[in-house]
């Protein structure tokens, strides 16, 4: 066995999309999570990721 030091790479998705903004600030405007996709032009699966967690949480929901 060789004495080789292991490199530490993070696990999981880098914080802070590109898209959390601009995803919750589409769900302010009370758009469905399709509607949201299709402005954007981006997967659902990627709205969907952000949906509930995204940065800006429900504050822009209860501003709006």
């Not at 004495?3 to 600030?25: C, D, F, V």
């Amino acid at each position: 066995p060789t004495n080789k030091a292991k490199s530490k790479k993070m696990q999981g998705r880098p914080e802070g999309s590109k898209y959390s903004y601009l995803i919750q600030n589409e769900k302010a405007k009370h758009y469905s999570q399709s509607k949201v996709a299709k402005i954007l032009g981006i997967s659902i699966s990627t709205v969907k990721r952000h949906w509930d967690n995204g940065s800006l949480g429900d504050y822009n929901c209860r501003v709006a």
